[in-house]
C-alpha cells in the first residue's frame, strides 16, 4: 500500500526567504515521487519529479526536492520566494506499471508569500 | 500547445439533469485519468483508461457516472441526475505509460460544476 503526508497544510515565508514544504511517503517498492503546483481555479503543473535516478531532483522555477530512502521524505524547497509561488502544492506518490497504477495525492500545502 | 484541455470549463446545472464533459489528452498519450477535486481537498481519482480500455474505477465513481474513451483519444465523463454533492473540479491528466517507465501525468485545466 501507498500513502502520503504532507505535514503542513499551510506555509507562511517572506518573499526572498528559503522554501520548505514537507513530504513524508509510504512505500511498499521503490515509488515515483512528484511535486505539482495548482494556482487558483487552474490545474495542476508538474514541478519536478523522481523516478530512482539522482537523488537531488531540480524542477521548474527554482524548485528542487531531495529524496531521502532512509527518512521515507521528499520534501521541496526553494532558496528565495517569490510573489508567483503562492499557490497550493501537492506531493503525490505513485505505483508501477504492473500495479493498480493510480497515483496518490496528500492534502495538500497551501504556501502564502508575505511581501 | 498541445497540452490537455477539457471542455466546457465551467458548468452550471439544476440537480437531477445530466451533463457531459469532455477531455482531449496530451496526443498519443495512451493513459486518460478522470479525477475529482473539492475545495480545500486534493484531487481524488475515479478512473482510467489504457487507449480505450478503462481499467479500473474508484469506488468513489457511484452508477451514475459513466465515462468513455470510446476510439482510444478523447474521453467523455457523464453524470446522471446530478446531485448537490456532485459540485466540484473535474480534473483529466493523460500519461505515456510504457512498461519500465514512469506514470508521469499531465493535467488539464479542469471543469468545474455546480450543482444547484
Known amino acids: 500500500a501507498q500513502s502520503v503526508t504532507q505535514l503542513d497544510s499551510h506555509v507562511s515565508v517572506s518573499e526572498g526567504t528559503p522554501v520548505l514544504l514537507r513530504c513524508n511517503y509510504s512505500s511498499s517498492y521503490s515509488p515515483s515521487l512528484f511535486w505539482y503546483v495548482q494556482h487558483p481555479n487552474k490545474g495542476l503543473q508538474l514541478l519536478l519529479k523522481y523516478t530512482s535516478a539522482a537523488t537531488l531532483v531540480k524542477g521548474i522555477n527554482g524548485f528542487e526536492a531531495e529524496f531521502k530512502k532512509s527518512e521515507t521524505s521528499f520534501h521541496l524547497t526553494k532558496p528565495s520566494a517569490h510573489m508567483s509561488d503562492a499557490a497550493e502544492y501537492f506531493c503525490v506518490v505513485s505505483g508501477t506499471y504492473s500495479s493498480a497504477s493510480k497515483i496518490i495525492f496528500g492534502s495538500g500545502t497551501r504556501l502564502s508569500i508575505r511581501p | 500547445d498541445t497540452g490537455v484541455s477539457q471542455n466546457p470549463r465551467h458548468k452550471i446545472t439544476k440537480r437531477g439533469q445530466n451533463v457531459t464533459f469532455r477531455c482531449d489528452p496530451i496526443s498519443e498519450h495512451n493513459r486518460l485519468y478522470w479525477y475529482r477535486q473539492t475545495l480545500g481537498q486534493g484531487p481524488e481519482f475515479l478512473t482510467y483508461?489504457?487507449?480505450?480500455?478503462?481499467?479500473?474505477k474508484s469506488r468513489l465513481l457511484s452508477d451514475r457516472f459513466s465515462a468513455e474513451r470510446p476510439k482510444g483519444s478523447f474521453s467523455t465523463l457523464e453524470i446522471q441526475r446530478t446531485e448537490q454533492g456532485d459540485s466540484a473540479m473535474y480534473l483529466c491528466?493523460?500519461?505515456?505509460?510504457?512498461?519500465?517507465?514512469?506514470?508521469?501525468?499531465?493535467f488539464g485545466p479542469g471543469t468545474r460544476l455546480t450543482v444547484l
Open positions: 483508461f489504457q487507449n480505450e480500455a478503462q481499467l479500473e
Open positions: 491528466a493523460s500519461s505515456l505509460m510504457q512498461v519500465g517507465g514512469t506514470d508521469t501525468q499531465y
